[in-house]
């Protein structure tokens, strides 16, 4: 697996832009006439706050409550990095915050308290109880955390989990069934030691002996060591129900034979000495975050037959609370629960185990770039992976059901499975596959533009993700000096820099260039300027000569301009099909919108080969292509001479034997929207369409740019297909992202 390095400068990067932090609020409800207002406030909000001081249960219609949860934190263990006060957790709660809705739809605030009293924070979260559906407790030390979350149980008629307790001991305990499965042995035989008795450590050993494992069979340490009977340094009443008859006494005499490590305390707290003494297939989930206990590089350098899991994404079999909360949650949120209780994180684990031993989707070796099949490497399903979603709630969902936890039973089980499918946002999985896909070629991307501080940052961005190889035409002195005032010294000798004095091939670019445009008014003297200063014909003859796979460029000039220095090199013009496809993204939908780049105004053939360009790229997306022609009128209703040629394109599609489903003309409303599609019966379109071939540039110029002001929508594009070699072009106003996501593409070959 490649790993990702970041710097520490791309972190920080990453949390100040483009808004400092990970999230922001945003209206569910219109908020724009004097009407929205009345309603959304004074007087009509008067109505639903009757409705629920007379009957509590009617917060969860009209409120946020039922999908809501707090993170909340004091700060006293954040990660493995210790007590870093409530407002250095910040980042870790708003981290949770988000994956809460990326992974499971659950919205969800983050709350630091700055407080290691427990009796203040208890009250300061109960007193905090009518908002929430849940919540969810983070980095908080033991054994403190013990007995804030017990008391809130108690005193809460809300889900009140520590994510770092139980989340970890369910994920662990689904990921030590399935090692066990495969190394054939029995969680009552196995001997267990376990390092880091606190919040995690106690939950795991807790829940591991509630599954089987024999008490006496299970070492538990801590700094001092082993917790042994009789021990009375740094001891609690939680460390002692641990406390086992023994003479072993360092966690090194512990490990001699041992069949599982779990560590759940600090770096580097494992020697390769220990790995070396334990049984044969030991299991070593070494969970210490940021930085594990012993690296599964280090563990299988000294035990090739070692089972390792980590709680980081970058190494296989990630054993990290992220695959429990967002879904115990959705679960829970889902029947009004009551509380999580055991069965239902019982049931979270056996899912999750379940799911892992099955056959592994497409979708999912996509978005991880390899093929997975349940076996010493994948033990425990990705987070990534998209089954996640509706597979596990509804498992957490009947075991609350199944227990009396639930308040509102889920009656249509099928149904909720399928309303879970479409809760999550589909465009995430695609710019993830395309990523994939991206990391697979490992193309050599040319960023033609070496001279703009974005360019550079996204060029570093693409190597370091371990997506290919930089190659950026620039002067040297100039690049250097632009990568570190962007606080990228260190990538100075990581990029290829390349100009027309260090390459060897000027004169073959000079010779091709020549042959292309002698005809076309251009002579020596113009062909040296263009093929030795101009840089996006450079780089055009870079491409053209094999000498990188793919281009980006456009980020300095307005794209009309690049577009025609990349056509002295190549025929990207019009009427040699050539088309710009750009991909808007909202709200979980894409729609392909074309020409936006190439034709100025296509007359019905154009417009044919744009939805056959379009269809490409949608398929390349994986999208089943389905082109609506637009216009203003509807199915030559009313007549116009300016509608005639999106009426006619279709015909021209049906001449070409088209192998997807296209319709027009049509207005937007009746292309999206399936109500209004259905005053169209014979309409050859079977849902929405995702692709809107537009009548001109500027009307496809106009709607990308409405949809991105007004509505907020993501933009990727245009896409520049039916050139031969992969070209893509950036705007003017595109961040160092966008600039990633065009290389990306170029890498992907859409186009
Ligand atoms: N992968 C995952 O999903 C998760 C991983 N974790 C990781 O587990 C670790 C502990 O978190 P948490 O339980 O919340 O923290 P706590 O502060 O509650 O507990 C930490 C425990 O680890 C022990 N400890 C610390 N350093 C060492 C060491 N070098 N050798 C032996 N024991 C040590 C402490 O011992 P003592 O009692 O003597 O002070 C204490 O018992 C962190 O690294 C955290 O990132 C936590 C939750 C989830
Ligand atoms: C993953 C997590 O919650 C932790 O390391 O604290
Ligand atoms: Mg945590």
């Not at 209206?27 to 929205?36: K, L, N, W, Y």
């Not at 946020?64 to 004091?74: D, E, H, P, Q, W």
């Not at 009552?188 to 591991?208: F, K, M, P, T």
Request: with cysteine; net charge negative.
């Amino acid at each position: 697996m490649t790993r990702i390095r970041i710097t520490d400068e791309e972190a920080l990067a990453f949390h100040l832009e483009p808004t400092p932090g990970k999230f922001e609020i945003r209206a569910t409800v219109p908020m724009t006439t004097q009407r929205d207002l009345s309603l959304a406030y004074s007087p009509g909000v008067a109505v639903p706050c009757k409705a629920i001081a007379k009957d509590p249960e009617t917060a969860y219609d009209y409120t946020n409550k039922g999908n809501l949860v707090a993170v909340i934190s004091n700060g006293t263990a954040v990660l493995g990095l210790g007590n870093l006060g409530a407002l250095g957790s910040k980042p870790v709660m708003e981290g949770k915050a988000v994956l809460f809705k990326r992974f499971a739809d659950v919205n969800s605030i983050d709350i630091e308290l700055d407080t290691e009293d427990p009796d203040a924070f208890c009250q300061a979260v109960k007193l905090m109880g009518p908002t929430f559906g849940g919540i969810n407790l983070e980095d908080i030390k033991a054994p403190e955390c013990f007995i804030i979350e017990q008391r809130l149980k108690e005193e809460m008629d809300i889900p009140v989990f520590h994510d770092d307790q139980h989340g970890t001991a369910v994920i662990c305990a689904a990921g030590l069934i399935n090692a066990l499965h495969l190394t054939g042995k029995k969680i009552e035989d196995v001997r267990i030691v376990l390092n880091g008795a606190g919040a995690a450590g106690i939950a795991c050993l807790e829940l591991l002996k509630s599954m089987g494992a024999r008490h006496d069979n299970c070492i538990m340490c801590d700094t001092k060591g082993v917790i042994y009977q009789g021990r009375t340094e740094g001891m609690n009443q939680w460390k002692s129900a641990h406390a086992v008859k023994t003479e072993l006494r360092t966690l090194e005499e512990a490990m001699k034979g041992a069949d599982v490590f779990l560590g759940v305390s600090a770096k580097g707290a494992v020697t390769q000495q220990m790995v070396i003494d334990m049984a044969p297939d030991p299991v070593i989930f070494a969970m210490a975050n940021p930085d594990p206990e012993i690296t599964p590089e280090q563990a299988h350098e000294v035990r090739p037959d070692a089972i390792v899991a980590t709680g980081r994404s970058d190494y296989p079999n990630q054993v990290n609370n992220v695959l429990g909360f967002p879904y115990l949650f959705r679960g829970a949120l889902d029947i009004h629960a009551r509380a999580i209780n055991d069965e239902m994180k019982i049931a979270c684990a056996q899912a999750l185990a379940r799911l892992a031993r099955e056959d592994v989707p497409d979708e999912v070796a996509l978005a991880y770039g390899k093929n997975l099949t349940f076996g010493r490497d994948y033990i425990i399903p990705t987070p990534f992976d998209p089954r996640l979603i509706h597979r596990i709630p509804p498992a957490v969902a009947r075991a609350g059901m199944d227990t009396g936890a639930a308040r509102r039973p889920i009656i249509d089980m099928e149904a909720y499975e399928l309303s879970l499918k479409s809760r999550m946002d589909p465009t995430a999985s695609i710019l993830r596959g395309l990523n994939t896909r991206a990391r697979a070629a490992q193309a050599r991307m040319i960023f033609a533009e070496g001279d703009d501080p974005r360019v550079l940052r996204a060029a570093v961005m693409y190597q370091r993700s371990g997506l290919g190889h930089a190659l950026v035409v620039g002067r040297e002195d100039d690049v250097k000096r632009k990568l570190e005032a962007a606080g990228l010294a260190d990538a100075v000798g990581e990029l290829e820099i390349v100009n027309a004095a260090n390459t060897s091939h000027l004169a073959t670019y000079k010779d091709f260039l020549y042959n292309r445009l002698n005809r076309k008014g251009f002579d020596a003297q113009d062909i040296h300027r263009l093929a030795a200063r101009d840089r996006h014909v450079f780089a055009a003859l870079m491409l053209a000569h094999g000498h990188g796979d793919g281009l980006v460029t456009g980020a300095t000039r307005k794209s009309a301009h690049a577009l025609e220095r990349i056509c002295h090199v190549f025929d990207a013009d019009a009427s040699h099909g050539a088309v710009g496809i750009t991909a808007l993204l909202h709200k979980g939908r894409i729609v392909l919108i074309g020409d936006t780049l190439v034709h100025e105004w296509p007359e019905a053939e154009d417009l044919a080969t744009i939805a056959e360009r379009a269809a490409q790229v949608a398929r390349h997306m994986g999208l089943e292509p389905r082109v609506a022609f637009v216009s203003f009128s509807n199915f030559g209703y009313p007549m116009s001479e300016r509608a005639e040629k999106m009426h006619r394109a279709p015909a021209v599609l049906e001449q070409r034997g088209a192998d997807f489903e296209y319709e027009g003309e049509m207005t937007v409303d009746v292309a999206l929207n399936e109500k209004a599609q259905a005053s169209y019966p014979f309409s050859r379109l079977t849902g929405p369409a995702n692709i809107l071939v537009v009548p001109a540039r500027h009307s496809a110029s106009i709607s990308v740019k409405l949809m991105q002001e007004m509505a907020g929508a993501t933009v990727i594009g245009p896409i520049l297909v039916g050139v031969d070699k992969p070209i893509q072009i950036a705007s003017t106003v595109s961040t160092a992202n966008d600039i990633l996501n065009m290389a990306v593409l170029a890498s992907c070959k859409i186009g």
